[in-house]
C-alpha cells in the first residue's frame, strides 16, 4: 500500500515539469527503482493509472528500470554488484573485508519523461 504515495509524488513531479514546459501529453515516464526497493511495478503503475485518469498523464506508461545493490569496501572502498538474492554473505571481491556500505539500491526516482 506504500505505493500510492510514492505513485502520487510522482504524478504531482511530472504534471508540475509539464506544466512549466507547456507539455500537451505525458506519454511515458521512466522510473529508476532500487533492486532493494519493495515497490512493486505493478502497483505503482495501477495507482498511477487511477491517480491520473483525469489529467494530462493519462495512459502513460511507466517503465520501471530497477537499479542494482551497489556497495562500498569500508576498508579499501571497491565498489562492487551484488545480487542480493544469490549471495548470503557480502565480501569485498577486492580485499576479502566484510564491512561495506550501500552506495546503490534503494533509491527511486524519476529518471525522464517522453511527452507530446
Same mark, same amino acid.
Given at each position: 500500500m506504500? #505505493? &500510492?504515495? *510514492? +505513485? #502520487?509524488s510522482i504524478l504531482n513531479i511530472v504534471l508540475s515539469? %509539464?506544466?512549466g514546459n507547456n507539455v500537451r501529453k505525458i506519454v511515458r515516464i521512466n522510473l529508476i527503482v532500487g533492486e532493494l526497493s519493495d515497490l512493486e511495478d505493478e502497483w505503482i503503475q495501477r495507482y498511477f493509472d487511477y491517480l491520473s485518469k483525469d489529467t494530462i %498523464?493519462?495512459? %502513460? !506508461? &511507466?517503465?520501471?528500470i530497477r537499479a542494482p545493490v $551497489? &556497495?562500498? @569496501?569500508? %576498508?579499501c572502498a571497491n565498489e562492487f554488484q551484488v545480487d $542480493? !538474492?544469490?549471495q !548470503?554473505?557480502? *565480501?569485498c571481491p #577486492? @580485499?576479502?573485508? +566484510?564491512? @561495506?556500505?550501500l552506495v546503490s539500491g534503494r533509491e527511486y526516482y524519476i529518471k525522464d519523461m517522453e511527452v507530446q
Open positions: 506504500h #505505493e &500510492l504515495p *510514492v +505513485t #502520487e515539469h %509539464a506544466r %498523464a493519462r495512459d %502513460a !506508461k &511507466l517503465n520501471i $551497489i &556497495l562500498k @569496501c569500508d %576498508a $542480493i !538474492k544469490q !548470503k554473505d557480502i *565480501v #577486492e @580485499c576479502s573485508n +566484510t564491512s @561495506c556500505s
